[in-house]
């Protein structure tokens, strides 16, 4: 089986698993995003390790409004992703870098916090769908920044190879065949 780099991803791309996983989605003709979305479940599906959530986006997933919505953020941040605790030397140089990231990328302080973040944890790979983001600070970035789609090329995984988990019979996506690779 293919070894997949361990990836983080920024709020949006957690969004977009999100609505893949809680099978309310369904592939629209013209939802301009849909194989960001299926990529995304299919990171996590195939993920050796499940994709981490830095504190930042944490942050940013508990300020949704929609109780449901925040709810459901909530849970799986709490229980499905990995996260990167922080100590004191860590935050220091976190800081150090969002100051040199700014540089780039003026009005995207959560953008260069994210950034930061991941690249302190020693994740490879940052996965977001922000055009902007991956504009500015690609090419300052010690890590890749790849769309959910890019990240799923890059891993290689052979059509039919079956994913690390896999949803249970009652589970939404079990019916489902849009994310199956």
């Not at 592939?27 to 930042?56: E, S």
């Not at 953008?111 to 991956?134: K, N, S, Y």
């Not at 995984?157 to 489902?176: F, M």
Request: proline residues 7%; contains cysteine; aromatic residues 8%.
């Amino acid at each position: 089986m293919p070894y997949i780099d361990p990836v983080a991803f920024d709020s949006n791309v957690l969004t977009y698993f999100l609505e893949g996983n809680n099978g309310q989605y369904s592939l629209g003709a013209n939802d301009r995003i849909a194989a960001q979305r299926i990529a995304a479940v299919r990171l996590y599906m195939h993920g050796q390790l499940p994709p981490f959530i830095v504190r930042t986006v944490r942050a940013e997933a508990l300020r949704i409004s929609n109780p449901v919505r925040l709810e459901e953020h909530e849970r799986f941040i709490n229980c499905q992703f990995g996260e990167c605790p922080t100590d004191v030397l860590q935050e220091a140089s976190i800081t150090l870098r969002v100051a040199e990231l700014l540089l780039h990328h003026s009005k995207g302080e959560s953008d260069c916090l994210v950034l930061a973040e991941v690249e302190e944890c020693g994740i490879p790979v940052l996965v977001t769908w922000d055009h902007v983001f991956r504009m500015h600070l690609a090419r300052h970035a010690r890590i890749r920044l790849e769309t959910p789609v890019e990240c799923w090329e890059t891993v290689g995984i052979s059509p039919g190879t079956l994913p690390v988990r896999w949803p249970s019979a009652d589970h939404p996506l079990a019916k489902e065949t849009w994310w199956r690779w």
